[in-house]
C-alpha cells in the first residue's frame, strides 16, 4: 500500500486554504498501481455475499464499477441532486467546506439487499453517512463503506461509529 499512497498526489489549498486535496488521478492513470488499488478491493469483497455495489458520485463510480464487475454484482450510483432520470429519494448533508444534496434511485435497492458503499475518500463521514441514509430507507443492508483514501484526522470513521469502514491508505493531516 506504500506504492498507492506514494503517488496520490497532494495539492495544498485546495479547493479552500487549509484543505489540502488528494488527486487520485495520479493513482487512476498508472495501470499498475490501479490494477493494484482494483484487485485490492476485489481481494477483501470477494467471500463475503455483496448483492450490489454503491459509487457515490463521482470517483466513487471508478472503483465501485470496477469492483461490481469483478464481483459479477449490480453497480448503482447515488449522484448529486438533478442528475437522475428517474424517480429518486433524497439526502442533505454537511461537507468540510460547505452543503450538499444528493440522491438515489427508488428502486436501486430491494429490501434487504446487501452492499458495499464505495467512494474515493473519506474526511469527515457526512458523504457517506449520507448514502448510508439513503440506502436505509431503501431498507438496504450496508455490509461496509470503502475508500481508496481515509483522512484520519478528521475523523470520518468516528463518526459513523457502528459502520465497518475499509481503506486502502490513511493520510494524517487535512
Known amino acids: 500500500m506504500d506504492k498507492l499512497k506514494s503517488i ?3 495539492i495544498p489549498n485546495f479547493p479552500i486554504d487549509n484543505v489540502t486535496f488528494r488527486d487520485i488521478t495520479t493513482l487512476l492513470k498508472d495501470a499498475d ?3 493494484k488499488a482494483c484487485n485490492s478491493f ?4 470477494k467471500n463475503q455475499k455483496i448483492d450490489k455495489v454503491i459509487g457515490i458520485e463521482a470517483r466513487g463510480f471508478i472503483f465501485g464499477a470496477v469492483l461490481a464487475y469483478k464481483l459479477g454484482v449490480g453497480f448503482v450510483p447515488i449522484r448529486k441532486k438533478g442528475k437522475l432520470p428517474y424517480k429518486t429519494i433524497s439526502e442533505k448533508y454537511d461537507l468540510e467546506y460547505g452543503k450538499e ?6 428502486d436501486a ?5 446487501r452492499v458495499v458503499i464505495m467512494d474515493d475518500l473519506i474526511a469527515t463521514g457526512g458523504t457517506v453517512a449520507a448514502a448510508i441514509k ?5 431498507e438496504g443492508e450496508v455490509v461496509e463503506c470503502a475508500f481508496l483514501v481515509e483522512l484520519v484526522n478528521l475523523k470520518g470513521r468516528d463518526f459513523l461509529k457502528k459502520r465497518k469502514i475499509f481503506s486502502l491508505v490513511e493520510f494524517e493531516g487535512e
Open 8 to 10: 496520490i498526489r497532494s
Open 134 to 138: 439513503l440506502v436505509e430507507k431503501l
Open 42 to 45: 476485489y481481494e477483501h469483497y
Open 33 to 35: 498501481t490501479f490494477k
Open 109 to 113: 435497492i430491494i429490501k434487504g439487499e
Open 101 to 106: 444534496e444528493i440522491e438515489i434511485h427508488r
